[in-house]
């Protein structure tokens, strides 16, 4: 695996997220200055980690999607390569246009920093071949704007082609609007663009990979990047 | 003479809250009248917020020095060795009056006000707490303010990217008029990388550093220096307003440019901005500061140099550079997108000159400035102690689980999940426990080492007997500290009382820094930073005296950590300490007898001392599978929190007969603890515990989904958490 963490001013997960590709491929990602406007030669795989980028000023990652950096992962994604987003990364990919819908403020108009019961619905993605299809992982969030909403077509098209990839749940797996925290459509925690190479996700999986700190479940997503790369490559 | 087109007069000096004999103090001191932007400096430099003008004289009883301080108060932030090469900088700091006009960017500001002061030391923070006390939950006020408080603090925190991981709110009635908000953040630096205040060299470029000068926070320090009215609402204008984007790039460009060696000293721009940043920076290194302010990056234009010296924009930093380094950190905060301007510089006169298109506006003896402030010996009267209630006196419940189930909650006990939610707790991957403990455990880079943090106070201890309420409030942090298996290292001070120029509430003062001294010295427990916030008043009503202690410990191995959830069922559970059933000033009392009456649980130092001790062993050698403090509502309230904690219940056995119930249950006798061990383990603690004389008794066993006391209605964990957890929640949504 060869990862790049992209790093805008506000970014603040940066180093849980590098940390986490770290313990998790044994391989230290490159941190990149939103003012490149390349990619390190190589890279297999970009992160738009979570944060505040600019201050979530005029719209949440509406500023980042707008840097430099940000046509070198269009071209990149274009071309296939994987990139995954979380918390602001999910806002910053909607903003730029990679990933349909945008992210609204959560139904309670609260912040909510919690763990989720997430239900992954495919496993045949570079993203969830570390887990099942239906299996329930617990992965904490934390965000003020993660209500996920789209047009009705839009929305149609993402359940239609199963690019819903993480959904809120109950610990049972039954999605339930009292384990929906943030209301989201269809209770949507995480979806992929139409190339399936592209992940936008409100919780933190980077933030439950060791077992003395919250859980390991947010592993499995970690896990199954590097060995879907390791094949590619 | 300088050019001074304001007359000062007598109404002038009384509006910069300088009293008669202070201005004829300042007219000895320069031999001439001020001009209007030096009585504005003098008013920012000797309220009572910057001055310590009447705290002071008892400040120096406390003890701030152990082994183990690398820097005790008087600098940004406290700094402690925590082995391995590494400190702990930390302090505690109130917002209490902007928090109470506007309280989501009173509490922001107090957010970000502390953060600087930490990083400003080269440490990058690793945590946040605070301390929270709010009015009656019925006064109209009280639902609005504690929304606001708790988006704001969110708000910054959260933005900066720092995790809040601990933390303490009540309420009541004496906090109607007079809220307060005390923040603290806790860093990480290496021990040979921490940066000072004081300047040094002759001829140093002065850098100001962040965000733009405004014409916000006008007088802030000043308005913290005095009582509220009821047109207090008008001074909304002096709150600053908080830019936590700023604040994050601001912590990055400094971290980066200390990583660079090009800093001599560095000061952030909190109360009475730019002017006491300069002076503090000049005085400490002994040397004389002039400033241009013209050179004064502004967000308004025709700034008058008064408003420059004495505006409390927020983010914002003041550095003396090496000089053949400055090419080198401008280029990094031009990089981050943050202001840089060489504004002055230092100089060998020992004197303070602002200068403004080409004028000199101030000049004045730097030295002076802060250490001339007056110093007051105020008048103190303790008042009359009340004395102890017998339990006997106190009546009892319809029923202990009656009692049990209304106290879960009450707004001080109830779970505040509703506030730790909106804090993002969990950021940097180190929370290891997480809110709701006795105290946050955090992983010190990447292990094994953690640090235990906590914020404690019980206001109505403090209040019934000012000395007994200081001990125990350092006592209840250290005992925090130690539930969690770490051994408490140091603590910052927050000292929220009332007008100190009434000889009772000085009293309230001198009582409690008497009783957190004489703790901390018997604890080795030293004070590292601190801060005083007095005048907390409403049409002269004062708060309850709340001395918040802020406590930091440290733990070899953060997998030793003990935590309050009952682990398994079948294990022993034992108290460690003496129950003598002490109900006076105890929230039974206050909650189901509404009486705020007695004396408070004495706190024997030498007890607290060996018991803790005790149970930190039986923590770190895995005797003990969990372990609890016991503070506010006694014994049952504890065992209650464990079981909501695991959802697993408690086989109690029936009070002994030399107590009543009600006092046995809920009384608050200090320096105890709740354990509990395999139940073949017993045995061998108990011998352990014998030999070390400290007094422990088994008193239940854990198991089943139920707290039940032999021969009285046994209490549902789902039921008692459902009680907890839905008070605050209610409240908040209009539901009484």
């Known amino acids: 695996m060869k990862a790049a963490v992209l790093v805008f001013p506000g970014i603040n997960r940066e180093r849980d997220m590098a940390r986490t590709l770290r313990l998790t491929s044994g391989r230290e990602p490159a941190m990149v200055w939103h003012t490149e406007h390349d990619l390190p030669a190589g890279t297999d795989l970009v992160v738009v980690p979570g944060g505040f980028s600019y201050g979530d000023y005029l719209r949440c990652g509406a500023i980042a999607a707008r840097s430099p950096v940000m046509d070198a992962v269009r071209k990149f994604a274009a071309g296939g390569g994987l990139v995954l987003g979380v918390c602001n990364g999910f806002q910053i990919l909607c903003e730029s246009g990679l990933l349909p819908g945008v992210l609204m403020r959560n139904e309670n108009l609260r912040f909510i920093c919690r763990d989720v019961f997430l239900k992954v619905e495919r496993s045949d993605t570079p993203f969830t071949r570390g887990y099942n299809a239906g299996q329930v992982v617990r992965v904490p969030v934390a965000h003020g704007e993660g209500n996920y909403i789209a047009d009705g077509e839009t929305i149609a098209r993402l359940e239609g082609d199963g690019r819903v990839i993480f959904r809120y749940c109950g610990p049972d797996g039954m999605i339930d609007p009292d384990w929906n925290h943030n209301g989201a459509l269809n209770a949507i925690a995480g979806i992929v663009n139409d190339g399936g190479n592209v992940l936008g996700m409100m919780p933190h999986p980077e933030n439950h990979v060791e077992a003395d700190i919250g859980s390991t479940d947010g592993r499995g997503l970690f896990a199954g990047l590097a060995e879907a790369l390791k094949k590619a490559a | ?736």
């Open chain 2, 1 to 736: 003479m300088l050019a001074n087109d304001v007359k000062i007069t007598p109404e002038l000096v009384a509006e910069h809250g300088l009293k008669p004999d202070e201005y004829q103090r300042i007219l000895d001191l320069i031999g001439r009248e001020p001009t209007l932007t030096e009585l504005g400096i003098f008013s920012a430099m000797w309220n009572e917020h910057c001055s310590y003008k009447s705290s002071k004289v008892h400040l120096r009883g406390l003890p701030t020095k152990a082994p183990w301080v690398i820097q005790g108060p008087g600098e940004n932030a406290g700094v402690i060795d925590i082995g391995d090469g590494l400190a702990c900088v930390f302090k505690m700091e109130s917002h209490n009056h902007p928090s109470y006009i506007e309280p989501y960017q009173g509490a922001a500001t107090g957010v970000g006000g502390i953060l600087r002061d930490v990083f400003t030391m080269g440490a990058r923070p690793i945590a946040c707490l605070n301390a929270l006390s709010f009015g009656a939950p019925e006064h109209p006020k009280t639902r609005h303010l504690v929304s606001g408080v708790v988006a704001g603090i969110g708000g910054y925190g959260n933005s900066f990217g720092v995790p809040t991981v601990a933390g303490s709110v009540r309420f009541h009635k004496r906090y109607d008029g007079n809220i307060l908000v005390n923040a603290m953040a806790v860093g990480l630096a290496e021990t040979d990388k921490i940066f000072y205040a004081a300047a040094s060299g002759v001829g140093m470029p002065i850098v100001y550093l962040g965000s733009k000068t405004g014409r916000d926070g006008i007088h802030g320090a000043s308005m913290a220096s005095a009582e509220f009215d009821d047109n207090s609402e008008e001074k909304r204008p002096t709150v600053q307003v908080g830019d936590p984007f700023s604040e994050k790039l601001l912590l990055e460009a400094c971290l980066e440019i200390m990583a660079k060696d090009c800093v001599i000293a560095i000061q952030d721009m909190g109360a009475a901005g730019l002017t006491s940043s300069a002076t503090e920076m000049g005085a400490k290194g002994n040397l004389g500061v002039t400033l241009d302010l013209d050179k004064v990056p502004c967000r308004e234009e025709g700034m008058s140099a008064y408003e420059m010296m004495l505006s409390e924009s927020q983010e914002r930093m003041l550095m003396v550079l090496k000089p053949d380094k400055e090419k080198e950190a401008e280029a990094i905060f031009r990089k981050w997108g943050l202001d840089f301007a060489v504004v002055g510089e230092t100089t060998p006169s020992m004197r303070f000159i602002v200068k403004h298109h080409g004028q000199v506006m101030v000049d004045l003896p730097i030295k002076e400035l802060g250490d001339s402030a007056p110093e007051y010996k105020r008048p103190f009267v303790s008042l009359e102690k009340p004395a102890p209630i017998d339990a006997g006196a106190i009546e009892p419940p319809g029923s202990i689980a009656d009692a049990l189930e209304r106290l879960v909650a009450t707004p001080d006990l109830c779970s505040k999940r509703w506030v730790w939610e909106q804090y993002d707790h969990i950021i940097g991957g180190n929370t290891v426990q997480r809110p709701g403990g006795d105290a946050a455990v955090v992983r010190v880079l990447d292990g094994p080492k953690g640090l235990a943090l906590t914020t404690d106070v019980t206001p109505r201890y403090c209040e019934a007997n000012p000395f007994e309420g200081g001990k125990q409030a350092v006592a209840e942090c250290w005992r925090n500290l130690t539930a969690v298996g770490a051994t408490p290292l140091a603590i910052t001070d927050n000292l929220n009382f009332g007008n100190p120029e009434r000889p009772e509430i000085m009293g309230q003062f001198v009582g409690c820094v008497r009783g957190i001294a004489e703790a901390c010295k018997a604890l080795d427990f030293p004070v590292v930073s601190g801060n005083v916030s007095l005048y907390n008043e409403t049409n002269g009503k004062a708060i309850l005296p709340t001395p918040s202690i802020g406590g930091v410990g440290v733990i070899a191995d953060f997998k030793k950590s003990a935590s309050l959830a009952f682990k398994k069922e079948g294990e022993a559970i034992l108290v460690v300490g003496e129950t003598t059933g002490w109900l006076g000033q105890s929230i039974y009392l206050r909650e189901i007898c509404a009486r705020e009456e007695g004396a408070p649980p004495p706190v024997d130092l030498i007890e607290e001392r060996e018991n803790g001790e005790f149970v930190r062993s039986l923590i770190l050698d895995g005797a003990a599978t969990a372990a609890h403090d016991l503070s506010d509502g006694g014994l049952l309230v504890a065992l209650a929190e464990m079981a909501m904690a695991s959802g697993i219940g408690a086989k109690l056995d029936a009070a002994p007969d030399d107590i009543p119930g009600h006092a046995y249950w809920f009384g608050e006798d200090q320096a105890r603890y709740i354990v509990t061990v395999p139940a073949q383990a017993v045995e061998l603690v108990m011998a352990r515990a014998r030999k070390a004389s400290v007094l422990v008794s088994r008193i239940g066993t854990t198991g089943g989904a139920a707290v039940a006391i032999d021969g009285q209605r046994a209490l549902a964990v789902p039921d008692l958490n459902e009680r907890s957890e839905g008070w605050l929640p209610g409240y908040m949504a209009g539901r009484d």
